[in-house]
């Protein structure tokens, strides 16, 4: 900002020094206001112009006005910073020419469009996942978040999208489009994607910000009708929410344009990359901006290093936060309880026991306002017989799995997330990142396929700080035995030794890490440089 111009000298000395402590005080105060609007736009246009000759490793993206990551009035001390970290077992790697992070840990301390602020209602601080990555997402780096279930990992991607999208200039200025997507989020299950889309549109409402979701299971028309005209308020469509395969799908009919795409997020990216999703997920992002002119968030809570290899060809050099550890860890908040059977018959009557102990009441008093409990089956007919079963029994119970219609899968989930049910037998569709409120215990009838399946599938209770419980039937039959030796080291991680000890009887190998693509032969050591192969 321009100063005014001196006046003549012949003015007295306490009038100069009037005047300096005016200058000075109009300097102190334009440091701490926001840039207009108009310098903003003008910024913008530059970056239009000269994008790629002035784009650089860490610069914001060319269509995107970066806000300050977190400039503050009272940042964090440095040695509040590493008391953080330590306390929460927080670890950042930073890439190289790039800036250490430092935490952001009062909400006073980020700077945002002050109406994004009513997401943190209810909340005292910031979780140390959101904490670490605003500061590098906010400046428009790659951001790799790996953190237990429950974290806040949606809050800590869709904060840092909406505040870019609120200082865009296409939500500044009327556009002709109706839809202009410039964010992407993509995640596993029908079910995630459309709590992440809730949240995200709320969020966004009061700007005039509309989000779709795009899932398979249900008639496309809708989805491609919201895409092209924005949503039944009239707010424009600027977030795309959805799963893989009806991404894809709509992207092939030419419904869905993701060529002004600059801000990707794989959510439960372990499993986008590690479960069948890669050559989709693949194809999805050759769609978007290439290189610095997006910006690509990943999140999870198990990050393989195979997975993280595969995911680099996605990132420019990412900030990674972990919080806890890479490997596989459970939420230190659920109390795990393991029990084993000689006989797979008995689970069925060890479940109605377990279900009186833990004071789960019949549908008389339908549960409302009692912790739910989330049982998971391994398979679809498993899940519909084990519901049959409870239901005869006299539970008010219902079920969620993939042999359901996408409708009566919603209005399951809806009927428990709102207590109305109870109890809920579900397959692992329900696993992953589902924010279900009080879920007081999480019952494994048969153990899941994988020990990260097993992370995700507890993790559906103790979020938010609260504590939870999970108990586990295992019969060491098929697939579980193999994965006993695993089992009984993640529960001693979690210090709870005499449940591992209860697995002593079956062998106590711990498998090779293995990759869908590449078996149990591929090598986490690999250092050596890509060679460019000419044809």
Known sequence: MAVDAPPPVEKTKSDKKERKRKRDAESDTVEQVPPSPPKKQKKKKRDKQSASAEVTEGDATPDVPAPAASA?????????????LSKHSVTIHTPPNTDAVSPIISFDQLDIPPGLR??????????????????????????VGIAETGSGKTLAFGIPALAQLILSP?????SKKSSSVTVLVVAPTRELAIQTHDSLSALGAPFGIASVAVFGGVDKAPQIKTLANGNKDGKTTRIVVGTPGRILDLVNDGACDLSQVNYLVLDEADRMLDKGFENDIRAIISHTKQGAERQTMMFSATWPEAVRRLASTFQRDPVRVTVGSDDLTANSRVEQSLDVFDDVREKDNRLLKLLKSLSHKKASKKGSDEARILIFALYKKEASRVEGSLRRAGYDVGALHGDMSQSARMDALEKFKTGETGLLVATDVAARGLDIPNVGAVINYTFPLTLEDYIHRIGRTGRGGRSGKSITFFTGENHERSLAGELARVLRESNFDEQADKLQKFPMTIKKKTHSSYGAFFRDDITAAPTKIVF
Do not use: M, R, Y
């Open 72 to 84: 503050s009035s009272t940042p964090c001390t440095p040695a509040e910073a590493d008391a953080f």
């Open 118 to 143: 009513s997401a943190f209602s209810g909340f005292k601080e910031p979780t140390p996942i959101q904490a670490c990555t605003w500061p590098p997402a906010l400046k428009c780096h790659d951001v």
């Open 170 to 174: 296409l939500n500044t200025k009327k």
